[in-house]
């Protein structure tokens, strides 16, 4: 997905809040916990090709639940983390917050 000679060609950007809705205007200064999806609907065929991919961020001290946005069918696979790694591989849906542990990062791809 990231590893294209001119990856932003047919590429989707969205980013989301901790409550799963889109980031607002007056949330970019809040320096708060947010997602970024990144997908390609052109790759979807390709195999061994991730098409869709979440990143959440956490800049503070304590843990939030994040509610994962849905897109299309199916969960996320949490494919890493930078604190709890024994959850990596499972995976989340939109019926689930995903508890987002303190400063750190968790990357989820499309299963």
Do not use: C
Request: aromatic share 12%.
């Amino acid at each position: 997905l990231l590893r294209r000679e001119n990856w932003r060609d047919g590429m989707v950007i969205e980013w989301f809040n901790a409550g799963g809705g889109y980031q607002q205007p007056e949330q970019w200064d809040e320096g708060s916990t947010l997602g970024v999806y990144i997908g390609r609907p052109d790759l979807e065929t390709e195999e061994g090709i991730w098409h869709d991919v979440l990143m959440l961020f956490n800049p503070f001290e304590g843990n939030v639940p994040f509610r994962i946005p849905q897109f299309g069918e199916g969960g996320w696979v949490l494919e890493l983390t930078t604190s709890d790694t024994a959850n990596e591989g499972v995976v989340i849906t939109k019926e689930k917050d995903f508890e987002l542990e303190g400063r750190s990062i968790a990357l989820f791809r499309r299963p």
